[in-house]
Each structure stands twice: as structure tokens, then as C-alpha cells.
């Protein structure tokens, strides 16, 4: 999910904590537990810091080891720790409970986007993306924001206010299932040949973006309120034999396009003074656009020149990136 709702799941679970015996006992532990809270359901994503040094090593690690088992107990651990070194006098196992659980709630929530996070870590290097949730979903924002104001400027209790919402949360959830197993249906119906489906939600609850493998070719595919229309097809092909397609394949910035994207053609295109190779992820078609790419330009003998990885939503920035002005 995206941070803001990251943070309203912070505060929600605070309020949720309120229903602990031991907060209802000693409202001054209630402050320690909501800090536990905020941190905890923030943490996972302050990889994000990664994205100063490089795309490539951002788009690698990003929701990788910090989303990872070992990574949620010591994340829980550490900000229980620190917060209990400040304020000794709350229980260390309460606020880790409540801490850990929004560490884990973070990452749970994460797996049910289309970037998806590698939660079983180390017992499986795959990334988990269910495609159910687009990553800033208007609807679970807004009802946590509902819920905060009830808390803060109506007196509502807010263990029980935050205990329904995440009941009517859960029943969105399983809806949204059921919106996506109704797509992947009507696909396999238009197509007989479908291996894999890929479905990303967009902000607009009705509306999603689908990427289709199948024997032959790659389909890039909207639906619309339950309608499903093919927008792009491209023939389905190998990975060449090809020195400059070798060379590409051994750029940090392609190793991370390719260990992250699970659907993505490719292009060799040879110029007047160099070889470029393209790869094209078509998960995430915009305005006849595909953002996210990775670029590699290699020279007459195919020793790479320059490379990129990344979301570029114009052909005139992607060229700028890879010829970045001189310092």
C-alpha cells in the first residue's frame, strides 16, 4: 500500500489496541503502543531510502528482505526495544505484540497489489503479487479515515470502531477476490490458450489492467465494468542468440528489471552508433504507454555504454537518463 495509508493503518491499529486489557488498565501505556504502532506499520517500506544510491538496487530490494519473515521480528523487536529503552515503565511483551502485529500487517496488506513483496523470504525467493488491491486504494483510505475522525471528533470507541472496520474491510477483500476470479473466467473463455494472467487494479474500482501469456503472444487487456478488451498484442519470442542480448542480460539495472517483472518483451534495435536493447514490462500500460523498462546501450563491440531501469513516461526523459548532463 502506498505510506499514507500505511499510516492511517498505524493509527487504526492504535486505537484497535485500546480493546488490551492492561491499556484499559493504564491509559499511559496507550501513548508507547500507538508510537509501537506507527513505526511498525511503517517500517518495512524505509528501503525506500535505497532509491538515492540506484534504481536497479531499489527495485531489487524494495519490499525483498525488509518485507521478509526474519526481517518483520526484528522490526518488531528493534522499535519495541528502542521505544522500551525511552519509556521502561510499559510492558515490553504488550507492546511487542501490538508492534509486531503491525509489522505483519504491513506486509500482509502489500501482497495483494500488483508490485507484490517477497514475504516468504528465506523459504521462497518469489515475489507474491495477488493483484487483488491497486497499491492506493481510495475506498480502504477513506474508510480508515472515517474511522480516525469518528475516534478523534465523535467519542467513538475506537477498539470497536476499528474492530468493525476491518470486518467490513475483510468482506472488501473478499469481494475484490471474487472480482478478479470473475476476470481470470471471462479470459479463459475468450482465450484457450492462456498460461498466465496478471491482473493489476487501478485506482478506479471497476477498472483494471490485465497482461496475459499465452502460448504464442503476450496480450495487454483492459477491463471495464466486468468487460474485458484486448488493447495490444506482440508475438511471443525467445530470448535471442545474440551478443548484444547476452551482454544486456549481465547490466545490474536488466538483472533487477528482469528478477522483479514476471511479464516483459524485448527489443534489439541497432543505430548508427550504438545497439540498444529494451525490455518492456506490460503490466503497467498507461495512455498507450509502457513505463517501466530497462534500457541497455552498448557500442560497436557490445560493450555496454549505458543503462537504465525505471518508470519513464516519455521517450525524451528515458533518452536524458540514459545521457545524463555533464557534472
Keep these: 500500500m502506498d505510506t499514507a ?20 488498565q493504564d491509559s499511559a501505556v496507550f501513548q508507547p503502543l500507538m508510537i509501537g504502532t506507527l513505526l511498525g506499520s511503517n517500517a518495512p517500506d524505509f528501503d525506500t531510502i535505497l532509491k ?54 504491513h506486509v500482509f496488506v502489500d501482497i495483494f497489489n500488483a508490485y507484490g513483496t517477497q514475504a516468504a523470504r528465506p523459504f521462497n525467493q518469489n515475489w507474491i503479487a495477488l493483484g487483488w488491491i491497486n497499491t492506493f486504494d481510495p ?28 470486518f467490513v474491510l475483510f468482506l472488501y477483500y473478499v469481494k475484490r477476490y471474487f472480482d478478479k476470479q470473475d476476470i481470470i473466467k471471462k479470459i479463459h473463455q475468450q482465450q484457450e490458450d492462456v498460461q498466465r494472467i496478471v491482473t493489476s487494479p487501478t485506482i478506479k474500482h471497476n477498472t483494471w489492467k490485465i497482461a496475459i501469456t499465452a502460448n504464442d503472444h503476450f496480450y495487454v487487456a483492459r477491463s471495464e465494468n466486468g468487460e474485458i478488451r484486448i488493447v495490444d498484442t506482440f508475438k511471443r519470442k525467445e530470448l535471442p542468440d545474440h551478443p548484444a542480448m547476452k551482454k544486456a542480460l549481465q547490466d545490474r539495472n536488466v538483472k533487477a528489471f ?24 506490460l503490466r503497467y500500460r498507461s495512455k498507450g504507454h509502457y513505463p517501466f523498462v530497462a534500457v541497455v546501450k552498448l557500442d560497436y563491440d557490445y560493450n555496454i555504454k549505458t543503462s537504465y531501469t525505471g518508470w519513464i513516461y516519455s521517450e525524451e526523459k528515458l533518452q536524458k537518463k540514459l545521457h545524463p548532463a555533464p557534472n
Excluded at 495509508?5 to 484499559?24: N, S, Y
Design 139 to 166: 475506498y480502504i483510505f477513506a474508510l480508515h479515515i472515517v474511522g480516525i475522525i469518528a475516534w478523534l471528533f465523535f467519542n467513538a470507541d475506537p477498539g470497536f470502531t476499528f474492530l468493525i472496520l476491518y
Design 258 to 281: 528482469i528478477s522483479f517483472s514476471p511479464v516483459y518483451r524485448w527489443e534489439i534495435e541497432k543505430l548508427d552508433r550504438y545497439t540498444e536493447v529494451r525490455f518492456i514490462d
Design 5 to 24: 495509508t500505511h499510516i492511517t493503518m498505524g493509527i487504526a491499529l492504535g486505537g484497535l489496541a485500546t480493546l488490551d486489557p492492561v491499556v484499559q
Design 52 to 105: 538515492f544510491r540506484n534504481n536497479a538496487l531499489y527495485i531489487r530490494n524494495h519490499r525483498g528482505i525488509t518485507h521478509s519473515i526474519p526481517a518483520v521480528m526484528a522490526w518488531g523487536t528493534a522499535i519495541s526495544a528502542a521505544i522500551h529503552t525511552f519509556v521502561p515503565q510499559t510492558p515490553f511483551w504488550h507492546l511487542f505484540f501490538w508492534t509486531l502485529l503491525a509489522v505483519i500487517f
